[in-house]
């Protein structure tokens, strides 16, 4: 068993040492590794009088993910949907929403095409790892070809990663966004490790 261990770790390092990541990628910033880290840097694409992002704890207080600058006299006390965009699990505290109002009426976005059009243009780094979030993808800054970046004018490209079941096993990605429709290209560098013990999943 220690041999084969062994011998993935080994495979792995050379795979890593294979992803040529260019020199005019940045580092992404570790914070925005943290999803909820994000959501204060959303520009979205219609005017709201006001938005919030919840999750779906029944403590309202410890709900409240992030809100936007709110008039004094405006509050928005509407039922929790049943589900939301980033699905955790079934039950409290599983999934996110984004709560909005627009000329006095409430607007749910709850799902992950409803979080897209809610971002509309992507404007920002933590805008396009929200959106590539939504097709599966995350970032890891520890490695450069798994959270690097390059903004252009017209495209926000990024080094990812896509994590699946057992066995674990977690793959590098080159992600390039359109920053004006939204629209996600992706084309895989390769798995780059594989674990047999589902224990920790």
Do not use: H
Not at 54 to 76: G, H
Not at 99 to 113: G, H, I, P, T
């Amino acid at each position: 068993m220690r041999i084969i261990i062994t011998f993935s770790l080994i495979l792995s390092n050379l795979f890593c040492a294979q992803i040529k990541v260019p020199d005019d990628y940045k580092k992404i910033p570790d914070i925005l590794d943290t999803t909820d880290y994000l959501y204060p840097f959303i520009v979205p694409d219609k005017e709201y009088e006001y938005w919030r992002v919840l999750t779906n704890d029944i403590d309202f207080e410890k709900a409240i993910v992030y809100e936007s600058q709110a008039p004094d006299f405006m509050t928005i006390n509407e039922p929790v949907p049943e589900r939301g965009f980033f699905q955790k699990c079934v039950g409290n505290n599983c999934f996110t929403y984004i709560l909005a109002c627009k000329k006095d009426r409430s607007v749910y976005f709850s799902n992950e095409q409803q979080l897209r059009d809610f971002i509309g243009t992507v404007d920002n780094l933590p805008e396009a790892i929200l959106l590539a979030k939504t097709y599966g993808y995350s970032i890891d800054p520890k490695n450069k070809f798994t959270g690097s970046y390059k903004i252009e004018s017209n495209r926000i490209s990024m080094y990812a990663l896509q994590s699946k079941g057992c066995p674990a096993t977690k793959e590098s990605f080159l992600i390039t966004i359109n920053r004006k429709t939204g629209k996600l290209e992706a084309k895989s560098n390769g798995i780059y490790s594989k674990n047999e013990d589902c224990s920790a999943l």
